[in-house]
Structure formats: structure tokens, C-alpha cells
């Protein structure tokens, strides 16, 4: 006797269903959990600290500038303070501005020392010196201190520079070079001569300047 229908379609249909319920049972299995792992710095790995040049970069960097004083000149040494004897180069940019801003703000009376403006947080220190300065400012903020020598003496304006350079590990220039390697300003009509060098450093590491610390 001939199998009815129904009985031809319930293996079929129960199979259909066995692979309905797997499917739906993998589907409600719960997502793998992918985790982030940092691994841990080797200890030898140590960044490089901020006053720190990286290598390859300048070790000095010599930012000053000389006005005219009578039969001398005025010396204006701008420089990033690591410690008591060294100096770090790169802490000087960030107030590069604030060094051109206290030039540009310079008087030459007839008689005494030039008078300045002050920029903000700048203050006078006591600082001891080979050569007697006229003024000393120091400036700190977060980790940053820049400091400011004013000294007077004499001696030839190239010899001047080319001192600064030598210190800084670079070659001197002519005299026809300052106009174009040096910055040439006009301050209360008076010539002031802007000398900014960096390089490995030379005889000293440019911890002095041509005539005072």
C-alpha cells in the first residue's frame, strides 16, 4: 500500500528542522570578547627629556645681542638655564619673543646704562660672575628657566661675534657677512646687532659669552 504524503514529507521536514535549531543555537552563542593588551615599555626605553637636544641637534645655541656703549659695548646674553653651569639650547625658543620684545624696548641715555621694559615674569637675580655685569633676569615657568646676562666691555664688533660663534662650534664671518648673518636692528637710534647660532659647541661649550657668564 502506497505511503501517504505526509509520511514522505516528516524526514525531510524533521531535517529541515534539526538544521533550523543549529543555526538558531550558534546564533545565540555569546560574541568572542576581544580585549586591547598594551605591552609594557622595556625598561630601557626611556624617552628623551624635554631640555635634552636630540641627536644630531645643535648642543649650544647662542642668542645675544650688542648696542654701542661709548667706546665699548653693551652685551645682551639670552640663554636656557639647565643648571647652575649648563645650558640647554632648546629652552630658549619659547621666549624668543619676549627677548626681541625687551630689546626693541632698550633706552641709551647720554650718561649710565641703557634702561629696559621688562617682560612679564622676568625678575632680577644676584648671580656670580668672572666679569661684573650690569643687570642679571631670570624667568621660570613650568619646567623652563632663561636667563639674561647685561654686562658692558670692549673690543671689536666682529671679534665679538665671531667670540660668540666659535663658542657656538660654527666659523666666523667678515665684516661684510654681519649685515646678512646677523639681524641688524635701529633701538632708540642706536645700531643693535642680534647674533643667533647654534651648532655643537666649541671651545667652552658656550658657557661664556665674549666678556661676562
Known sequence: ????????????????????????????????????????????DKEQPADEPPAGAAKVRILGAIAPAGDGWYFFKFQGLKSSDTYAPNLIEPHA?????????LKFPANGPPTWTLPAGWEPVTVESAIPRIATFRMKSDD????????????????????????????????????????????DGRRVVVVDVSGPGGKGGGMMPPFAK
Open 1 to 44: 500500500m502506497p505511503l501517504g504524503i505526509h509520511a514522505l514529507l516528516r524526514p525531510a521536514l524533521a531535517r529541515r528542522l534539526g538544521v533550523v535549531l543549529a543555526v538558531a543555537l550558534v546564533g545565540c552563542t555569546p560574541a568572542e570578547h576581544v580585549s586591547k593588551y598594551t605591552a609594557p615599555k622595556d625598561p630601557s
Open 97 to 105: 619673543a619676549e627677548f626681541d620684545a625687551f630689546l626693541k624696548s
Open 144 to 187: 623652563t628657566t632663561v636667563d639674561l646676562a647685561v654686562s658692558e666691555a670692549r673690543g671689536e664688533l666682529l671679534a665679538n661675534i665671531n667670540r660668540w660663534r666659535g663658542q657656538a662650534g660654527v666659523k666666523p664671518i667678515t665684516a661684510a657677512d654681519i649685515d646678512t648673518r646677523c639681524r641688524v636692528l635701529t633701538v
